[in-house]
């Protein structure tokens, strides 16, 4: 057979490039690929950008110089000790010498002394007698850029006051209560009432979540209603969270009043919008997550491992408990954290069931009344001036940390338990 | 034909010819004739294999034999198999029960994510032991030697069995079935993903293993069937998909002397 015969019998119809097009053809494939490659990279950047311009505005308001003003000297009135170290029946000395007496009967019958606390005591001398004012507040970038023009303006316009540079996120923020004044405000009460709200989200999420997602993935038969429930488990996790809000508005701060407020268990001065009721409705907005989340990781679970088991003559409830829900641990765990930082970070549900934006007191049993730090991030942002708007961003950063670091155990557990088949 | 319920009847006092016997059984995916009208009867203490190319229903059949392919959804079996006497099929019959007493060895070596000692200790806990540390210990000695694994694992009983070479998995998998003391032993394919030398060491031991127990097994590799069966069975698919057995006896017949056309071509190689 020669070879010119043997070309034309295998040469297939249609154009192959041959010789030089064969270079042209890999230098083309090759220019698409980067071009897509750089598509890719672009993406990437917008998305980094728009990262760094986040932390820049939250970093931007947090720290700065604020101007400082007080109307009396705090010196004068303890003769140089600083306040903190007076004891409280000092402290109401000096609130009684210089507030009027009509103002100290109210704080009185507000809650009287003998039962405030120290702290309580303290922040009213601060208030209303030291009257440590902020009268205006920088950020961080043109207090690093234009200090010139920033001393200048304060000497002038508030000849009084000092000029301190201010981080708005520091120990007093985290611990202090809410406070209509910025600079005393904090997110103390508000970091308290996310945790009840999380604790008892996932007391009843976690239990819930897990047992059904087993039935549905082990025990469940592949009929027509399981099917169903598995489209509304689906569709669940993508209800906008605040039809929860309005659902638990209903169910749980109305029609179950008396059980949420805590009058079937004694309790009298509350009603309906607590902490228990925020509790159970994350509950419900975090389920479907957590139901879905179980499935898949029991899912995973190599079907040879519960061959193995069954080949033993173990039950189906022996091969779940010894096998399947070991091996499924660390995704469930996983889920677990990231479904709490989405409770974490909900907030229309709250307002719908209604949370109280101003609470100055701590949390302390679930039938009482409520906020969490996203409430507060809400309420802050809502409110005119600069220096609620640094403090919005102190609570933001609060509230970026403890969901990096929530992610951040995820990632460890599941690095930790992962197992080798 | 005894009748009698078989979990009343112990291995020891049943001196039937027969471990199991598979009575025209039809097996079904959903409306999928997978597996069509197969007897045979698989002698006590022998070592029987199942051959065919892929896809003619050997393992389905052996699967069926425990009551494994109840796990897949619309699966279904018409026929009996009878297991000292009684059919396995039948509604009173617990498969749990049934897996007990036929135990299994997989494809792909499945050791849990445990510890040697705890991947040995898992059927017997599950199945009801009692018993003190030392008879656990002993327990775990005897199912490991008994399948020629304990020289190698004994100074490494509580790390992981995933740990493990694929020849060590595939045989402390055996020695896992053995501890819960079954009369029979499947085995799907056990060396197909074994190097030439953990085979043979699988196949040694099947030998071994002959003496106590009755073992069926799946394989894709004529040469094993010849070197370690005393019965064979060909298996293959019919124009509707569904598998058959063509032609069922002793190995020594099944490949020196054929009966049928087909085992024939497949044995020399011909096909399949």
């Known amino acids: 057979m020669s070879a010119q015969s043997m070309d034309q019998r295998d040469r297939p119809t ?392 929530l992610n951040a155990t995820a990632i460890l557990l599941r690095n930790r338990l992962r197992r080798n088949y | 034909m005894a009748t009698a319920e078989f979990s009343s009847v112990n291995t020891l006092q049943s001196n039937g010819k027969y471990a199991v016997e598979l009575k025209n059984i039809h097996i079904y995916y959903g409306a999928f004739r997978a597996v069509n009208n197969v007897s045979l009867q698989i002698e006590r203490q022998r070592i029987t294999a199942f051959i065919g190319p892929s896809g003619c229903g050997k393992s389905t059949v052996l699967r069926a034999i425990n009551r494994m392919n109840d796990l897949i959804p619309g699966s279904r079996l018409e026929g009996q198999i009878l297991f000292h006497g009684k059919n396995i099929y039948d509604p009173d019959v617990d498969p749990v029960e049934v897996r007990r007493r036929i135990g299994m060895v997989f494809q792909k070596p499945n050791p849990f994510p445990k510890s040697i000692y705890e991947n040995i200790m898992f059927g017997p806990r599950i199945n009801g032991w009692r018993g003190t540390k030392q008879q656990a210990d002993e327990l775990v000695e005897r199912a490991l030697r008994g399948a020629a694994i304990w020289d190698e694992v004994k100074d490494k009983l509580h790390q992981p069995g995933t740990a493990l070479s694929g020849g060590q998995q595939q045989r402390l998998c055996i020695a896992r079935a053995l501890a819960v003391q079954p009369e029979v032993i499947l085995m799907d394919e056990p060396c197909s993903s074994l190097d030439p030398i953990s085979t043979l060491k699988i196949e040694e031991l099947m030998f071994e293993l002959r003496q106590n127990y009755t073992i069926v097994i799946v394989t894709h590799n004529m040469q094993q069937a010849a070197r370690v069966s005393d019965y064979t069975a060909f298996f293959l698919m019919n124009e509707s998909r569904a598998g058959e057995l063509i032609e069922y006896g002793p190995t020594t017949q099944i490949f020196q002397n054929p009966q049928d056309e087909r085992t024939e071509n497949y044995i020399s190689g011909r096909f399949g």
């Open chain 1, 14 to 405: 249609g154009y192959l490039p041959e010789g030089a097009d064969i270079n042209r053809n890999i230098a083309a494939r090759r220019l698409r690929g980067a071009i897509w490659q750089a598509i890719f990279v672009s993406s990437l950047i917008i998305g980094l950008l728009a990262l760094a311009t986040l932390i820049y505005t939250i970093v931007d308001d947090t720290f700065g110089y604020i101007a400082v003003q007080t109307k009396v000297d705090p010196e004068e009135l303890t003769g140089g000790r600083p306040l903190e170290e007076l004891s409280k029946e000092e402290l109401i000395e000096i609130l009684r010498a210089n507030v009027s007496a009509g103002l100290f009967r109210r704080f009185d019958r507000d809650e009287p002394f003998s039962e405030r606390s120290k702290e309580s005591v303290l922040q009213l001398v601060e208030e209303r007698v030291v009257g440590r004012e902020v009268v205006a507040a920088y950020k961080l970038t043109e207090s690093l850029l234009e200090r010139e023009r920033i001393e200048a303006t304060v000497r002038e316009r508030f000849p009084r006051a000092k000029l301190e540079f201010h981080s708005w996120i520091n120990r007093e923020f985290l611990t202090r209560p809410m406070s209509s004044v910025p600079i005393l405000a904090g997110v103390g009460n508000a970091i308290l009432g996310s945790l009840w709200v999380i604790a008892i989200t996932m007391l009843l999420a976690i239990p819930i979540g897990i047992l059904g997602g087993v039935y549905l993935e082990e025990y469940a038969s592949d009929t027509w209603y399981y099917r169903l429930i598995e489209t509304n488990i689906n569709n669940l996790a993508g209800v906008p969270s605040i039809i929860y809000g309005i659902l638990g508005l209903a169910v749980f701060v109305r029609a179950l009043e008396s059980f949420t407020s805590g009058a079937m268990f004694g309790v009298t001065d509350s009603n309906g919008r607590t902490i228990l009721s925020a509790g159970l409705t994350m509950a419900l907005l975090v389920l479907p997550l957590m139901i879905i989340n179980a499935r898949e990781a029991i899912r995973a679970v190599p079907q040879s491992l519960r061959q193995a088991s069954y080949g033993l003559g173990a039950t189906k409830w022996q091969t779940v408990w010894h096998h399947v829900l070991p091996n499924a641990l660390p995704g469930i765990l996983t889920g677990t954290i990231l479904s709490a930082s989405r409770a974490m970070g909900e907030t229309a549900p709250l307002i719908v069931i209604g949370a109280s934006t101003f609470v100055v007191f701590f949390p302390d049993s679930v039938f009482d009344k409520f906020t969490v730090i996203p409430i507060q991030i809400y309420n802050w942002t809502s409110q005119p001036g600069a220096q609620f708007r640094s403090i919005a961003a102190a609570a933001i950063i609060v509230l970026l940390v403890t969901l990096l670091a």
